[in-house]
């Protein structure tokens, strides 16, 4: 007789799902029983870091990944990271335990009592089978919602009383990850570009998850157009260091709208149009400007303000969008200024620090921040010139960053790249989920974890300015130590406050093999949120 959890087991392997991220519970050990020796439990401290890890991997790998919480309460713990994990368009298959079901009627200790509803709305899918022989193929099903575009976590509440039950193991399905780009529907895409004087690209994340990479160039280089990174993404689609990159455009209505003035056409794809945050009156883009919205998402082309959607894989359409356009007389735009080498100061600035770490990094370094304050300085000194290595949450939800980095390093691994990885993330953010320094320390993972420590929520700051509300309380972090937190994890660490060792320190933590933090003292000055 096949049980519940051989089937379960086999369909996961069958799909490639033989790395399960977690903390389980007592409703969850039924599943855990006899742990297959072909999988791997990577074990986070809590539920937030176990699914950030998965979404680092996920996103690294481009492949689906399990991730094993703990009925209602682990779902609550991690819920912050499921909503950074749907905006991140990361394919995860979140299971948690469910209380027996001779027992749900009386709702007992550890019943989740909305199994459904909990993860709503950051999921694709929720579901809890109505029959324990229905589990394998729910998981299947999950599969397939979790990879299709757009691709996102979803959800699967298991009772602990059915894993011992009957059942067969269901048909393994292949599921279509791309949609197609026709070129009928791209045609008044390809007519208003044929006839632009002055077009522009703004190039979301989405188009490196599609493997658009190279295709982004080859249309930017053909169009020979500016490019510009869409706001508010958690990793770039184009080559931050190409001639053509103008940066990335804030995410409020009026500034945006005035780094577009002048351009007749704007292409945006795979990016939403826009994310927004703060609320700045004005027009959305310039008087007479025609917008064209290439999405694989019908929640972004429903909600976009301005523009004509097509819905479409975004490599696919800027592979299409290449090959038909007309080469056009203009001449290439030319390229930003380059950026000086910023000036010493008696303190270390964030602008200091990220052309510090800029160069000592290896050239095919990954790159995973969640130093939100100081994002705008760290984006412009740390650009990325290749595919999948830059990773951060679309969200604004703290607590990824250093779990997510954890996730990442695996996939490295495990990919056979082994390249770098390199953990920017504030003091604030980073004590949201510590804990993911022991797993690093575990695995024996290549991090080197780099903590600007300004001794506050900086970005909070610099939303009060923005939003005229001094004196609110709770901003300041005093008293923290970097440096045993990361002991008491096992983790090896040091501390730079002066900028003659910055450059020494960050050489030293690049080449140390395994987890490695530096807490790094930085000048605390607000920044502008604009």
Not at 231 to 247: D, K, N, S, V, W
Request: hydrophobic content about 40%.
């Amino acid at each position: 007789m096949t049980t519940v959890r051989e089937a379960f087991y086999e369909v996961a392997r069958k799909l490639g799902l033989t790395t399960i991220f977690g903390n389980p519970g007592s409703t969850e050990e039924t599943l855990l029983k006899d742990f297959p020796p072909d999988f791997r439990y990577v074990l986070a401290l809590q539920e937030a870091p176990a699914v950030a890890m998965a979404d680092g991997y996920a996103q690294r790998t481009g492949r689906a990944a399990l991730v094993n919480l703990h009925t209602a309460a682990g779902m609550g713990n991690a819920m912050g990271n499921i909503e950074s994990a749907w905006y991140n368009r990361a394919p995860l298959i979140i299971t948690a335990g469910q209380q027996t079901r001779q027992m749900l009627l009386l709702e007992p200790y550890l019943t989740n009592t909305q199994p459904t509803d909990l993860p709503k709305p950051f999921v694709k899918w929720a579901y809890e089978p109505s029959r324990p022989e229905d589990v394998p193929g729910a998981l299947m099903r999950a599969y397939a919602m979790a990879v299709q575009p757009p691709a996102g976590p979803v959800f699967l509440s298991i009772p602990m009383d059915d894993l011992d039950k009957p059942a067969r193991v269901p048909e393994i399905r292949l599921v279509s990850r791309r949609l197609g780009a026709d070129p009928r529907y791209l045609a008044n895409v390809v007519d208003a570009l044929n006839a632009a004087k002055s077009p522009v690209l703004i190039i979301g994340g989405a188009v490196d998850q599609s493997d658009g990479w190279d295709d982004g160039v080859r249309l930017a280089e053909r169009l020979r157009c500016k490019v510009w990174a869409a706001p508010g993404e958690g990793r770039p689609g184009f080559p931050e260091t190409h001639a053509a990159f103008q940066g990335s455009l804030p995410g409020a209505i009026r500034p945006l709208c005035d780094l577009l003035g002048g351009h007749d056409v704007i292409v945006v794809i795979g990016a939403p149009v826009f994310r927004y945050y703060p609320y700045v009156e004005g027009n959305y883009i310039p008087h007479g400007s025609r917008l064209f919205h290439i999405t694989d998402d019908p929640n972004e082309a429903g909600r976009a303000p301005v523009g004509e959607s097509i819905l479409a894989d975004p490599a696919r359409a800027c592979a299409v969008l290449a090959d038909l356009i007309k080469e056009p007389q203009r001449p290439a735009p030319a390229p930003r200024p380059r950026l000086a080498a910023p000036s010493d100061h008696q303190c270390i600035t964030p602008e200091r620090l990220y052309f510090a770490i800029d160069q000592a990094r290896p050239d095919d370094s990954v790159i995973v921040q969640e130093s939100m304050s100081s994002l705008k300085a760290l984006r412009q000194r740390l650009p990325t010139s290749r595919a999948r290595s830059f990773f951060s949450m679309s969200s604004g939800v703290l607590g990824y960053g250093l779990p997510a980095a954890i996730g990442v390093a695996l996939a490295e691994r495990d990919e056979g790249t082994d390249r770098k990885v390199i953990d920017i993330v504030g003091d604030g953010a980073a004590n949201y989920v510590i804990q993911a320094l022991w797993t690093a320390v575990q695995h024996t993972l290549d991090i080197l974890f780099v903590i600007p420590r300004n001794g506050a929520y900086n970005i909070l700051k610099a939303f009060a300015n923005q939003l005229h509300t001094p004196g609110v309380p709770g901003l300041d972090l005093p008293g923290l130590d970097f440096l045993s937190l990361a002991a008491g994890y096992g983790c090896q660490a040091e501390r730079v406050t002066e900028l003659s060792t910055l450059d020494t320190a960050l050489q030293r933590g690049i080449a140390t093999p395994g987890p490695h933090l530096i807490e790094v003292h930085v000048d605390p000055t607000v920044p502008s949120l604009l």
